[in-house]
């Protein structure tokens, strides 16, 4: 069985909701990485056997498809959209080297796109011809109400119950921004598109501004705010997983980050914010490798509270996370987000010791958790 390797990996900028990516489709968004993807590699578009893009708001039409087209990737290959919520974008990487290793294809393009700005409006068809139709903001995600909670107040839920205060919550959020305004991103990870070649959102909190904001859900002592909570965004993530015959080809004689597994978990629906804890451990368990091994790691950061409850959960060194901030200093663009973690995983690989493992790891609403392994 072939090895997948990922020969190239790049993103947009982060923006939130109404910014600088307000007007741009989301196949759009997906197709100036993927052209600067190719152009980087060396990669000829003629090559690619197929683009998987991870999508969660575009409601249907493959969105994948576009972009495939947008970017000039010949018409004669397939594209995949993958909707696995807040974990699509890392789960259609997952789904390229699996089709790289029982070699199916050689060349695949694979990430994630989300513009919550041009999301198309939801709404339920009545059940009967004359009644008005049904607005929603979000489809069901488990099957029993009771057991479906919206994410801010399942996050709330999860800082009770594994008692993360709020003061610790906003200390992390502090910690995130600060770390991505003084961390600029690596040359080549950003396509400027736009005019936009940083993420936009990254500030300056403090203690007293954090102080300041009203709760969103939950008690006074674990309340979630508005600065413990990643904003709405718009952007594309993508990376080049080839077979290793392709990548001796591409890069003869630099280095390889290797896709060494990946991982997917189910948990309970009502607490979804600690499912990359058990999907990174299988990852783990099953590559023989301890938490300790690891020498970066992407963990998303939909919520304050569930960074922290997956770092302890994982038993990784927090200060291995996120090195560059995470999703609360840049937005949380849903179906694109794991391929945002994936590509400053493979940026951050190129700065460690040769042989180096990163891991990224994500939950998506329903109690899904996935989990990647790089070594380069």
Do not use: K
């Amino acid at each position: 069985m072939t090895g997948a390797v990922i020969a190239g990996a790049c993103r947009t900028a982060v923006a939130p909701r109404g910014g600088a990516f307000r007007a741009i489709e989301a196949w759009d968004l997906a197709a100036a990485p993927i052209r600067a993807l190719l152009a980087n590699t060396g990669m000829p578009a003629g090559d690619v056997d197929a683009v998987i893009l991870g999508n969660a708001l575009y409601g249907g039409g493959n969105p994948a498809r576009l972009a495939l087209l947008a970017a000039g990737i010949p018409e004669d290959q397939p594209a995949l959209t993958v909707d696995s919520q807040c974990c699509a974008g890392l789960d259609a990487i997952a789904l390229a080297a699996a089709r790289i290793r029982a070699g199916e294809a050689d060349v695949v393009v694979a990430g994630g796109v989300e513009s919550f700005s041009r999301a198309p409006e939801r709404r339920y068809r009545p059940p009967t011809p004359g009644e008005p139709s049904v607005p929603y903001d979000r489809p069901p995600f488990s099957p029993w109400p009771a057991r479906d909670p919206d994410m801010i107040p399942a996050a709330a839920d999860l800082a009770r119950v594994c008692g993360i205060t709020r003061a610790l919550q906003e200390d992390y959020a502090i910690a995130s921004h600060a770390a991505a305004r003084a961390a600029p991103p690596s040359p080549g990870e950003i396509v400027d598109l736009a005019g936009l070649t940083r993420d936009a959102f990254a500030r300056r909190l403090t203690p007293a501004l954090c102080a300041r904001l009203p709760a969103l859900a939950g008690d006074a002592g674990h309340a979630v705010t508005a600065a413990t909570v990643a904003v709405e965004a718009d952007a594309a993530a993508v990376v080049l997983v080839v077979s290793d015959r392709v990548a001796a080809r591409l890069n003869p004689h630099g280095r390889t980050v290797r896709i060494a597994g990946t991982a997917s978990a189910g948990g309970d629906p009502a607490m979804p914010g600690l499912a990359p804890i058990a999907a990174s451990r299988r990852l783990l368990d099953r590559c023989g490798i301890a938490p300790g091994d690891v020498s970066v790691a992407e963990v998303m950061e939909a919520f304050a509270v569930q960074a922290i409850a997956c770092i302890e959960g994982i038993g990784l060194d927090p200060a291995r996370v996120n090195r560059g901030g995470g999703a609360l200093a840049r937005g949380h663009p849903i179906g694109a987000s794991g391929a945002i973690l994936a590509v400053r995983l493979w940026h951050e690989l190129q700065t460690t010791p040769p042989g180096s493992l990163g891991l990224a790891t994500i939950a998506a609403a329903g109690g899904l958790g996935s989990a990647m392994l790089l070594e380069g």
